[in-house]
């Protein structure tokens, strides 16, 4: 089954512990993003990804870490996790062949911060 | 850049009656339209997308909206709502030739009254 999977879907944490969380995807797909979710706002991007070893900034990057060292994994990381980063995030991805696609979002990752 | 705006925090509708949702976008070009679904708890579902042609696109679940490059709009229609399309719905745009980024908007939350 295609799918973009996410772990842990629920993570709480104190602030100043380093976190990792996980998305991985099976469809081959070259662009991944990093999405947060805050009531009100809609959906901001974090960092995305155009393919291996090339990530950027999106709208609101401070404070994360993203690497892309395979294709299929791109981990968002919290180095010093603050209570403003509880959130509810959310990974995705698409095919990138020039033009915009769908995006494929996992189920999400509620974060909490104390 | 690229921005959407749904005017419209929350609808409230019998079940039985017609859905509009509104979305207004602003990009300079033509642009992709997209519009997800977020059922409670669950990651987003695309339920339509317009990248060019036919400016009435047909998605899942019944639902289908209409581009109107000249109101600059992308509404999302539905003639009869069932108790199950109670989530929250987004709006988004895609710029061509971009980084394949997906400006979402705030988001309507649908509720649907027996």
């Known amino acids: 089954e295609a799918q973009v999977t996410q772990n842990p879907r629920y993570l709480i944490t104190v602030t100043g512990k380093k976190l990792t969380v996980t998305c991985s995807q099976n469809m081959n797909h070259e662009y991944m993003s990093w999405y947060r979710q805050d009531p009100g706002l809609g959906l901001r991007q974090i960092y995305y990804?155009?393919?291996?070893?090339?990530?950027d900034k999106g709208d609101v990057p401070e404070g994360y870490k993203v690497s892309r060292k395979e294709k299929r994994n791109f981990p968002l990381i919290l180095e010093s996790p603050s209570p403003n980063q509880t959130s509810l995030y959310f990974c995705?991805?698409?095919?990138?062949?020039?033009?915009?696609?769908?995006?494929?979002f996992g189920p999400g990752t509620r974060l909490t911060v104390l | 850049a690229q921005s959407v705006t749904q005017p419209d925090i929350h609808i409230t509708v019998s079940e039985g009656a017609s859905l509009e949702l509104r979305c207004n976008y602003s990009?300079?070009?033509?642009?992709?339209l997209f519009w997800y679904v977020q059922s409670p708890g669950q990651g987003l579902q695309l339920l339509l997308k317009y990248f060019s042609g036919d400016t009435l696109v047909q998605g899942i679940k019944g639902f289908e909206a209409e581009f109107k490059r000249s109101q600059s709009s992308f509404n999302l229609r539905k003639p009869s709502v069932h108790w199950s399309d109670a989530a929250e719905y987004f709006c988004a745009v895609g710029a061509r030739g971009s980084n394949y980024k997906l400006t979402f908007g705030k988001g309507t939350l649908l509720t649907v009254n027996p």
């Open positions: 995705a991805s698409s095919l990138s062949q020039g033009v915009v696609n769908e995006q494929f």
């Open positions: 990009y300079g070009a033509t642009p992709y």
């Open positions: 990804s155009m393919n291996v070893e090339v990530t």
